[in-house]
């Protein structure tokens, strides 16, 4: 597969599959380290809500879309405790996997949904609030502007968007280009080359010579991949993939060929799963012009308020940060 189809298929069913798989082998409740200067300046967001959504009291029906790990709920869970609160907290999300652990991992009772932010499976006008984290994004830009459609009179909206010339959004095309790079050399094909001329009983030092050339130029590829491109998930996931392709040469004989070309062909997957959440990730970021076009949109809608504000970290965006509301009866 091309890096072209591989784009065209980002936002389908093989996108979902990986973010499933990310949370299926992940931990929901510190997918987001608690060190990151980006993890607490979110965090102080949904703590400053949280407050200030409890200091009104009552009932309110809160729902967050592409919840994901559970980052928002967990805030409102840790606010919602006081006895004058009646919240109905509910979760949506396309992962199945993410919302098994946080039901697990919930202090409070939780409507955890799983289903498709772009179609969410609620009535409109039943929602006092709607929230989102880095989520909604991915479903794209209807389901942003469609988000409104759920407000009761007097509920609101808050969504962390993804900005398209953040921090996170260079890292995601750092880690993608990686990955890019290590697919495009070749490396898990000329491996499998080799194995395969072992296993066929081909052991004349010609043909040997041959597979070890073929199996050569992609390896180099490879470590200069690695020498030029700078620190990041993709690079240690590609330095852990190199180690062990030269561990499998060097002590060839001690694996089964079978367990040889299971494991390339896990590494693969792993390798496609992976772009396919950092690609997800660069389209679902949102420029200047997305979003004042989502801000028109909702204003169309009768939504007051409309905001879009800029959660910068060490100087660089990080988020937008959006809000509206509808007006009352």
């Known amino acids: 597969m091309s890096a072209d189809d591989m784009d065209n298929h980002a936002a389908g069913p093989d996108a979902r599959g990986a973010w499933s798989d990310y949370w299926r082998e992940g931990d929901t409740e510190h997918a987001l380290p608690d060190d990151n200067p980006g993890t607490r300046a979110l965090a102080s967001v949904w703590r400053g809500y949280a407050t200030k959504l409890a ?48 039901r697990k991992s919930a202090t409070t009772p939780l409507q955890l949904i799983v289903g498709d932010a772009a179609r969410p499976p609620f009535v ?4 006092t609030v709607v929230l989102s984290q880095f989520g909604l994004e991915y479903a794209g830009q209807e389901a942003l502007s469609g988000a409104a459609r759920l407000l009761t009179p007097a509920g609101e909206l808050l969504l962390l968007v993804h900005h398209a010339e953040g921090a996170v959004a260079a890292s995601c095309r ?3 280009d990686i990955v890019d790079g290590v697919l495009a ?27 070890t050339e073929k199996l050569r130029e992609p390896i180099g590829a490879m470590e200069s991949l690695l020498q030029q491109s700078p620190q990041c998930p993709a690079r240690q996931l590609v330095g852990r993939m190199h180690a062990d392709i030269a561990r499998l040469y060097t002590r060839a004989d001690a694996y089964a060929t079978a367990d040889v070309m299971q494991w390339l062909d896990g590494m ?16 679902a970021a949102r420029g200047t012009a997305d979003i004042q076009l989502l801000l028109s949109d909702w204003t169309s809608q ?12 060490e100087g660089q965006p990080l988020a937008w940060q959006l809000t509206a509301t509808r007006p009352g009866v």
């Open 55 to 102: 200091s009104r009291g009552g009932h309110a029906r809160i729902v967050d879309l592409a919840c994901g790990g559970g980052f928002v709920l967990r805030h409102l869970e840790a606010a919602g405790h006081a006895p004058s609160l009646n919240w109905e907290l509910l979760g949506l999300d396309i992962a199945g996997p993410a919302l098994e652990q946080l």
């Open 302 to 313: 009768g939504l007051l308020n409309c905001n879009a504000d800029v959660i910068e970290v």
């Open 268 to 283: 693969r997957t792993e390798l496609m799963s992976y772009r396919q959440r950092m690609q997800g990730m660069l389209q």
């Open 124 to 127: 409109d006008g039943s929602m």
């Open 185 to 211: 050399c070749g490396a898990l094909e000329a491996m499998r080359h080799w194995f395969e001329q072992r296993a066929s009983g081909r052991q004349r030092p010609l043909a040997r010579s041959q597979a």
């Open 174 to 176: 750092a880690n993608r």
